[in-house]
């Protein structure tokens, strides 16, 4: 029989007019890979703060019990102590350190005066990465590492501390396909050597690949029990987490395309590192109404180059031409693009697409807030009612206009940013990666709203590493490789061997 290492028993976490958790019952068993899956705002990361101890999460009501013993953690520290580690999505280390003094932040071994005896600091950290199977030298900076490196450094710095139960918070979303699986021979590691693991992921076919068990929140309650992940489908997952069946992830869309709207003629952006390449290298290629356009490809294609090059983000120094209703645009910047009417949701909307600490409406309205000033005055009335209206239509959850942006959750967020170029009356909206890092309820909202928009008459182009998205959603997609357009593809002709052929470069076509 397994020995159980962790139980969190009836836990309640209550905020101001919001309850996080009601009831909350988890079990965790010694080497035990546990993936704990809800959507944006079930009460995943309330509940590990309450486990690790996070201020002022141990506030709550209920009880922890950490080997048959009761604890209550009231910082991190204790817990650190205890033996519980979290790895968060956003890595919590010091690039301008190195390796080792990362792994061992204030845990330095001293000397008699006081001092860092630093070959032993360097000789213990070389140790720790060995544990990890990891050829990093302990004496180079951190932020010379890739992100997926200093992830492996984060994780041998909780190792460092004796950790029996390590948290993964989303720790895939910025790693390449290699490092994914680094990082799961690691896993797989650790629960061989008795860590017990519980790993957030909004990654469905994640979850089944490196899960044990998994459970279930939704709103902020335990939706059934813990269940082994060969005795549950992912389809049977995901209707736990949204409480509703999903027959069809991808919501059906049968439009009659109407007259072209963008086309873009040759466009390139070279490389600033290398005068020979180039990032975007003589692109050409028609949106029309009626139609979502895909564009695919792996990482570094140039996907984003060329709808960044679209937008104007490169001035001057990206070539070729933008036609937008049969009228050729001077775009030289982000503002052109936007006074003719194309908007941009980019990839990475915490740096790019959101001011975090301001509300919704100054986030929802900056981009047009032409339509709400005057000489004499801005029109605040104004501004949040049309905030307002978009809030009710697309159905993001915020407990008011006046919300801290960052305080939403990540699918609200995304519906924030679209929202922000709706009020503009773009007449084509192009998404970047619109889905990433958002569960799989929220996806579904945002491809209802693709197809609402495409409805209203507005031309929609989306980029997705989601092959599945891309044959769910799009009508035509553009496929990438290297910078070039190597395929353009009706949806009837699209499947994931043609598209992945086109993607490496195998095969080109005009």
Do not use: C
Request: glycine share 8%; charged share 30%.
């Amino acid at each position: 029989m397994a020995e159980e290492i962790l139980e969190m028993k009836s836990i309640i976490k209550d905020f101001p007019g919001v309850r996080a958790l009601d009831h909350v019952n988890f079990t965790l068993e010694k080497g035990e890979i546990l993936a704990l899956v809800g959507e944006n705002g079930a009460g995943k990361s309330t509940l590990m703060k309450v486990l690790s101890g996070v201020w002022p999460y141990p506030t709550y009501e209920g009880d922890i019990y950490l080997d048959d013993q009761l604890v209550r953690f009231d910082n991190t520290r204790e817990a650190e102590e205890a033996g519980i580690g979290i790895i968060h999505q956003e890595l919590n280390l010091l690039p301008d350190l190195s390796v080792a003094e990362n792994i061992f932040l204030d845990r330095h071994p001293l000397n008699k005066f006081g001092g860092i005896k630093w070959e032993q600091l360097y000789d213990n950290a070389a140790k720790m990465l060995s544990r990890l199977n990891m050829n990093i030298d302990p004496r180079i900076e951190l932020g010379d590492l890739t992100v997926g490196k200093q992830q492996m450094v984060e994780i041998a710095k909780a190792l460092s501390l004796d950790t029996r139960i390590l948290v993964f918070d989303e720790p895939t979303s910025a790693l390449t396909e290699s490092e994914i699986n680094e990082l799961f021979t690691v896993i797989n590691e650790l629960r061989a050597s008795g860590v017990s693991i519980i790993y957030i992921s909004h990654k469905m076919e994640e979850i089944k690949e490196i899960a044990d068990s998994v459970v279930v929140l939704r709103d902020g309650s335990t939706i059934g029990d813990k269940i082994k992940i060969d005795q549950v489908t992912l389809d049977e997952i995901i209707t736990r987490m949204v409480g509703r069946d999903i027959n069809d992830l991808f919501p059906n869309h049968d439009f009659d395309r109407g007259e072209k709207t963008l086309e873009v003629k040759n466009i390139s952006v070279p490389d600033p590192f290398n005068p020979e390449k180039k990032l975007v290298d003589d692109v050409s290629f028609s949106a029309y109404k009626g139609e979502i356009l895909g564009i695919s490809g792996l990482m570094g294609a140039g996907r984003t180059e060329l709808v960044n090059a679209i937008f104007g983000v490169y001035g001057k120094k990206s070539e070729g031409e933008v036609y937008l209703n049969g009228e050729k645009l001077k775009i030289k910047a982000p503002a052109d693009a936007i006074n003719n009417g194309i908007a941009l949701v980019t990839e990475d909307r915490k740096e790019l697409g959101l001011l975090l600490d301001k509300n919704l409406v100054m986030n929802m309205t900056l981009p047009s807030i032409k339509k709400f000033s005057s000489k004499l005055a801005m029109d605040n009335h104004a501004e949040r009612a049309v905030t307002e209206k978009y809030v009710n239509e697309l159905n993001i959850k915020t407990p008011g206009l006046d919300v801290f942006v960052e305080k939403l959750s990540g699918g609200n967020q995304q519906k924030v940013v679209i929202g922000k170029w709706l009020i503009t009356d773009s007449d084509v909206l192009i998404l970047d990666e619109p889905t990433r890092g958002i569960d799989v309820g929220a996806k579904t909202e945002v491809y209802r709203l693709m197809n609402q928009l495409v409805k209203q008459g507005v031309t929609v182009i989306m980029i997705s590493s989601e092959l599945p998205e891309i044959m769910g959603m799009s009508d035509r997609i553009v496929v990438m490789s290297e910078g070039k357009k190597t395929a353009e593809l009706d949806r009837s002709e699209a499947d994931q061997e043609t598209i992945m052929k086109y993607a490496t470069g195998n095969k080109g076509v005009e």
